[in-house]
């Protein structure tokens, strides 16, 4: 779990990372991502964070740091209306590149002790491109264009999924 840690600290000192976005579902009680975005806030970098407010026996932690990067001048997006944020994904933007990360953990120290995740970090331009549509529709509620590389539930999971099934069958 070192370099998850590393690539939030990195990003938070790195002079041309310009804004962080990052989706939260059960945060740490001393989240050292956390302190990282707050760092890279006081650096001058824009940050926005999607915190899930309904993980079940997690919300008062969750609204902690909420508050606390708040008041360190982040941008916190709560719980949508009829949207249960489960999504472990996180956008660094640079001048010329992005980096997103697509994980199955939580983002989250404490848990990544006791549970196997998988992470991708990649660079691949589609993906980010897509990535950063997510985080967009987060921020301003905006319908995005349809997803090619990215399945997200509310724009055609179900169809994908089906088609992919159906697919697999044909293969057999």
Known sequence: YDYILQFFNEAA??????????????????????????????????????????ARFDEENNLHWAKRMQAAGINIIYSLPGLKGHAKVALVKKKDKMYGFF??????????????????????????????????????????????????????ALKTFTEKIDQEIRNA
């Open 13 to 54: 000192i790195d002079p041309e990372v310009e804004e962080i976005n990052v989706t939260f579902y059960r945060m740490a009680k001393n989240s050292i991502i956390g302190e990282a975005l707050i760092s890279a806030a006081s650096n001058g970098k824009k940050v926005s964070v999607f915190m899930e407010v309904k």
């Open 103 to 156: 994980g199955t953990g939580n983002l989250n120290e404490k848990t990544s002790e006791i549970y196997c995740d998988h992470g991708l970090l990649s660079t691949h331009h589609e993906m980010t491109q897509e990535l950063s549509a997510v985080f967009e529709h987060l921020l301003t509620k905006n319908t995005p264009s349809p997803f090619n590389h990215l399945i997200v539930s509310q724009f055609g």
